[in-house]
Every structure is written in structure tokens, then in C-alpha cells.
């Protein structure tokens, strides 16, 4: 089965500067998407980030950008230039490409509460 | 274009009774899948369905049962409650024949408390 590991339960930061949220999973599928997802107070769950496997590039959307380790099973997310409005709780996703009837599970880790101080 | 939308919002039930979450996906979509969220926990996969069938269930037992109507919308049933149900249940919608990449659009999930 596969699972998804957040280590760290809380990680804050200051305004402007940068901070790492860390994510491992396991798994012995080959062909895989990886998400970032952020969850605010209003709870729902809203896509930050996404991967795919079989691609070696890491991906980057503005601000966000993953440090994926194929190898080492490993998926960072790096916010640079942190703003208050990134206070959240993110979490890790995994997903097979299941394909078919299918549209695949997606596995969370735990989760890291972020604070953005001013 | 309306987003994934969920209700009721909160709800509060008795141990033993049966509850009925409700999910209509966002347009276009054709797949509903429903997540159980614990507090301070990451979300945990109940069941999917498409085509009004349920395609994959995670580890939940019977008294979990779901449907997806012919407009795509769908339903999460709970009988005879429990404390332990007590959890934010999320909708999440996607396109089956969509791109793979696209992950899934999430609800604001209805709270459900049980006393």
C-alpha cells in the first residue's frame, strides 16, 4: 500500500523570506502524480502544486516550486517570498495512474500547519 | 462555473442514527469521490463512484454507502453513527477521461458531529 509522510507537524516563517515543507512516500508504482494541496480555515482543499513522475523537470508554479527525488521518494515543496495568505495546513498527496474505470485514490499525509509572521 | 458544492455545511446527529451528505461536482466533472478528515488529520479515502457505480472503496465498513445519480450529483450515507464518525467529510469531483495531471476539485465538506 502506499503511504505518504509528513514529518514535520508545524513550520512557521517570516513574511517575505522562504521555508521547505517536507514529504516522503512509498510506493512501487512507476507512473505516479504527486500534489501539493493547501487547506485554509474555510477548509476546502485547493491545489497548490502537482508532479507527474516520469518527468525529471521539477515543477514550479509561481512562488511554489517541488524538489522531487524520484529516487529517494522524496517531494519538497519550497514557497519562496512567503505572504500571509500562505498560513495554512498543506498536505502531500499521492496518486497511481490508475487509468481505466478508474480515476485513482488519492493518499494524504498528515499535514503541516504553516504560520506566516508579519 | 460553479466549483464542487456540498451540504448541508455543518450537522449535528445521535449515536445510532443515519446521516446523508450530499455533493453535486463541479460542471463538466463525472467522477465523486468522498474523504473522511479527522481533526488535525490529513484526509482518508472512502469511496469513488462513477457511471453510478462505486469503482474503489478504501477501508470503511458497510454502514459507509454511497450513490452517484444520472446528473453526476451524488450521496454519502452513514448509518448507525458512531462517536468515531465525528469528521469533516469531503467531496472531491474529477473528469475520468480528463488529463491524468488534473487532480481532483474539492468541496468545502459538511462538518459532521456526533453526540
Known amino acids: 500500500a502506499q503511504t505518504v509522510t509528513q514529518s514535520q507537524p508545524e513550520m512557521s516563517v517570516q513574511e517575505a523570506e522562504t521555508v521547505t515543507l517536507s514529504c516522503t512516500y512509498d510506493?512501487?508504482?512507476?507512473?505516479?502524480?504527486l500534489f501539493w494541496y493547501k487547506q485554509p480555515p474555510s477548509r476546502q482543499m485547493i491545489l497548490v502544486i502537482r508532479?507527474?513522475?516520469?518527468?525529471?523537470q521539477n515543477a514550479t508554479e509561481n512562488r511554489f516550486s517541488v524538489n522531487f527525488q524520484k529516487a529517494a521518494k522524496s517531494f519538497s515543496l519550497k514557497i519562496s517570498d512567503s505572504q500571509l495568505g500562505d498560513a495554512a495546513m498543506y498536505f502531500c498527496?499521492?496518486?497511481?495512474?490508475?487509468?481505466?474505470?478508474?480515476?485513482?485514490?488519492?493518499?494524504f499525509g498528515q499535514g503541516t500547519i504553516l504560520t506566516v509572521h508579519p | 462555473d460553479a466549483g464542487v458544492t456540498q451540504s448541508p455545511t455543518h450537522l449535528i446527529k445521535t449515536r445510532g442514527q443515519q446521516v446523508t451528505l450530499r455533493c453535486s461536482p463541479k460542471?463538466?466533472?463525472?467522477?465523486v469521490s468522498w474523504y473522511q478528515q479527522a481533526l488535525g488529520q490529513g484526509p482518508q479515502f472512502i469511496f469513488q463512484?462513477?457511471?453510478?457505480?462505486?469503482?474503489q472503496r478504501g477501508n470503511f465498513p458497510d454502514r459507509f454507502s454511497g450513490h452517484q445519480f444520472p446528473n453526476y450529483s451524488s450521496e454519502l450515507n452513514v448509518n448507525a453513527l458512531l462517536l468515531g464518525d465525528s469528521a469533516l467529510y469531503l467531496c472531491?469531483?474529477?473528469?475520468?477521461?480528463?488529463?491524468?495531471?488534473?487532480?481532483?476539485?474539492f468541496g468545502s465538506g459538511t462538518r459532521l458531529t456526533v453526540v
Open positions: 472531491a469531483s474529477s473528469l475520468l477521461s480528463g488529463p491524468r495531471s488534473r487532480g481532483y476539485t
Open positions: 510506493t512501487s508504482e512507476s507512473d505516479y502524480y
Open positions: 508532479q507527474e513522475a516520469y518527468k525529471q
Open positions: 498527496a499521492y496518486r497511481a495512474n490508475a487509468g481505466g474505470t478508474s480515476y485513482g485514490k488519492l493518499t
Open positions: 460542471s463538466g466533472h463525472d467522477t
Open positions: 463512484y462513477y457511471e453510478e457505480e462505486e469503482r
